[in-house]
């Protein structure tokens, strides 16, 4: 049984900064594409950031620059640092893992395996 469980959500200023992190029991990171994916009120799921297997990362054009995804494998932990926070940015952040795909934004959610809950970032002006 996979788990993932996110945390770190909290309420900050335009500006601030927060570190999500998502731990996993049950699959080792490193053997997956990982990713993070944002749902704002009102608005559907979107992809943020992902990493795969072989380190490679990337992003949706509204987070490059200020999001950074990273995974420490020996912690079996998934990263997201924010930086320079915006109202926009507020929503539910999960983690997500899928294997046997092209680990890239042109995939779609569908093909990720398993699912965090999420955790709510708010991000007040």
């Known amino acids: 049984h996979v788990d993932l469980v996110e945390s770190g959500g909290d309420s900050v200023q335009t500006g601030g900064s927060l570190t999500l992190s998502c731990s996993a029991t049950?699959?080792?990171?490193?053997?997956?594409?990982m990713g993070w994916f944002r749902q704002a009120p009102g608005k559907e799921r979107e992809l943020v950031a992902l990493i795969s297997t072989d380190i490679r990362t990337d992003y949706t054009d509204s987070v490059g620059g200020r999001f950074i995804i990273s995974k420490d494998g020996a912690k079996n932990i998934l990263f997201l640092e924010m930086h320079n926070l915006k109202p926009e940015d507020t929503g539910i952040y999960s983690c997500a893992a899928g294997v046997g795909f092209q680990c890239a934004f042109k995939s779609g959610e569908e093909k990720y395996n398993y699912w965090g809950r999420g955790t709510q970032v708010t991000v007040s002006a």
């Open positions: 049950g699959a080792t990171i490193t053997d997956y594409c």
